[in-house]
């Protein structure tokens, strides 16, 4: 019998995903510690099955949103693939405040940017080969792939993407996580998986 690493991975993201859904994360330091534990057993399937499709994650922490640069981006190589597997945006306003954050596809490249450098969730795995950056002041295109909103008064979004859900990224293409309103402080963290 002939073993399917993607049939292994999709089984265990649908998994994830339906836990989410039926038991949602409490709180933002629930959902990064079930991300984390969730990411290394998949990292394992990559690396005995697919050693060419390491899982990354990118973070930012502790600032404000802004409607007019992203507060994460990813960016493929020219001639590379990559997708979003999971976001998590955890507020930290010291009062209510409502944020509505777009992830959008943007102009092919990075203006105005400032590089963030991915964490290997295997130290083995190649570094990433993309670029990913936050502050990015490039034009959107076309309409939001999801538009996440949160009461960053101690809220928090975690949204996973289920198999067949993910948000692709290739040949210099840029995906960009930016606020349509609000401007809370915040920590993110993209996780994301080259291909």
């Known amino acids: 019998m002939t073993i399917c690493p993607n049939e292994i991975k999709d089984v265990l993201r649908k998994k994830n995903w339906v836990h989410e859904m039926n038991e949602p994360s409490r709180c933002w330091g629930e959902a990064i510690e079930r991300s984390t534990k969730f990411w290394e057993k998949y990292e394992q399937v990559n690396r005995d099955y697919c ?109 996973v993407a289920a198999p067949g859900e993910e948000m692709y990224y290739e040949n210099s293409e840029v995906i960009s996580i930016r606020s349509n309103s609000g401007t809370s402080t915040v920590s993110s963290t993209g996780i994301f998986e080259e291909l």
């Open 51 to 159: 050693p060419d499709d390491p899982v990354y994650s990118i973070i930012r922490s502790g600032t404000a949103l802004s409607t007019t640069a992203d507060h994460l981006g990813f960016q493929a190589s020219s001639t590379g693939q990559g997708r979003i597997l999971e976001i998590i945006i955890g507020g930290e306003a010291t009062s209510a405040a409502v944020n509505r954050v777009f992830i959008n596809r943007a102009g092919i490249g990075f203006s105005g940017s400032v590089a963030i450098t991915p964490v290997k969730f295997n130290t083995r795995s190649p570094n990433a080969a993309g670029t990913y950056a936050q502050n990015a002041s490039q034009s959107l295109v076309g309409n939001p792939l999801i538009i996440l909103a949160f009461n960053a008064f101690g809220g928090f979004i975690r949204w």
